[in-house]
């Protein structure tokens, strides 16, 4: 396997690193319920899903702290398989140290939940963000810092050695672009809290995933 082919292609994995993060136990009930209500169902859903702060999403949606954790470990490990951890065949070592970065990296997460408006089957509710930059040119930082380990080589590695090699590098820039992050312009995001039967109010799976991508837009 030619080390810069490699390069190129693991790092075009990450453009899906959180993309399905949210998409798990998004409903919640409510007997009489207002904007206000909508725009603090959508916080809890995020701040449990991007910060594992759970509280007052356990009050809303009835869940128990074993079911939020678990949620949020399940996003921990979309993580992983967005990077392509599992299939890389990667040391004990290197993939811990991904598993350790992976809550970091849903902590960049950068929004605010400020109003909502009653529409005819539940609610628009505004959700101010900052697009994560740090997946944007990763790719050409992975195959810039490949292009440096490859002109010391003297002879092909096997395939297991170069996947480590990749993901070494991937990690190192990774964890740059998390100590210093950067932040593109505001955007406005629009969640749907919508009624269900039994007055059960949840959002849409695919606007959560749309959210995520508009959070950490990848390219």
Known sequence: MNVMKAGKRYAAWTAGIVSLSMAFAMSGCASKYGPADAVTYVESVLDASY??????YMQLTDSTPEEAQAMYQQNIENVMSGVGIDSAGLSDELS???????????ALAKYEVTEAEREDNGFAVRVAIEPF????????DLVSALEEDAAGMTEMPDDLTVNEIVYQNMLEILQQKIDKPVYGDP????IHVTEGNDRVYEIPKEELIELDYALF???
């Open 133 to 140: 930059e740090g997946y944007l040119g990763l790719e050409d």
């Open 187 to 190: 955007e406005e995001y629009t």
């Open 51 to 56: 910060r594992a702060e759970f509280e007052e």
């Open 217 to 219: 837009p990848a390219g």
């Open 96 to 106: 811990g140290q991904y598993r350790e970065i992976a809550p970091r990296l849903l």
